[in-house]
């Protein structure tokens, strides 16, 4: 059963207002309202028509969003099974046809993009579980591995703390914010060819 206060809103598009169901699951902190707010009036520009991976799903607050918002497709990435189980029974409730659900580790499904079986994302959103510090590993698999569009734009949530000395040379920060102990940012990828 879903506890109450599990619920996130969509703040605006198609869905505006809806709710969106998740489990409680160790880890799982969607992003506050006032970050999100923040978050898509810097994209707003680029959502139109984009192409959208939201790894980390949890959720799906980034993900329901960018669909709401215009995005063209959006593919949810959630190893999680309860996690990614309502995540689809949330995409049946919003009969969004443009979202995919993938139930696989973030890492991985960056390793199956490697080997050609995705696309080019125009926006990626990146929020791991704080306590996993897999951030780095995600960032750099994620450049390596040819599923980013040559300006991509990409959203990093983490700890206010952490220091991003690991961010690849051609990833130039676009926008970057604080909130108590949360630090989100967005670069925009260029290409160096």
């Not at 918002?69 to 959630?78: F, H, I, P, S, T």
């Not at 897999?134 to 569009?149: D, F, N, P, T």
Request: charged share 25%.
């Amino acid at each position: 059963m879903v506890a109450k206060d599990n619920k996130v809103r969509i703040i605006a598009g198609q869905w505006r207002g809806r709710k969106l169901d998740f489990p409680t699951a160790d880890g799982l902190r969607p992003t506050t309202d006032p970050i999100r707010e923040t978050l898509f009036s810097w994209l707003q520009a680029y959502l139109p028509s984009a192409q959208c991976l939201d790894l980390y799903a949890g959720s799906g607050a980034l993900g329901f969003e960018a669909a709401s918002r215009g995005a063209k497709n959006v593919v949810l990435v959630e190893n999680d099974r309860a996690s990614a189980s309502y995540l689809k029974k949330n995409k049946a409730v919003f009969q969004a046809e443009n979202l995919q659900i993938k139930q696989i580790a973030a890492l991985s499904y960056i390793d199956m993009c490697q080997k050609g079986v995705q696309g080019l994302f125009d926006i990626v959103f990146v929020d791991p579980p704080f306590r996993d510090n897999i951030l780095a590993e995600c960032v750099e698999k994620l450049e390596q591995s040819g599923c980013l569009a040559d300006d991509a734009l990409i959203y990093l949530e983490c700890e206010r703390k952490l220091d991003l000395d690991f961010i690849p040379a051609n990833w130039q920060e676009h926008r970057s914010k604080t909130r108590g102990q949360v630090k989100f940012s967005l670069y925009k990828r260029e290409n160096h060819e």
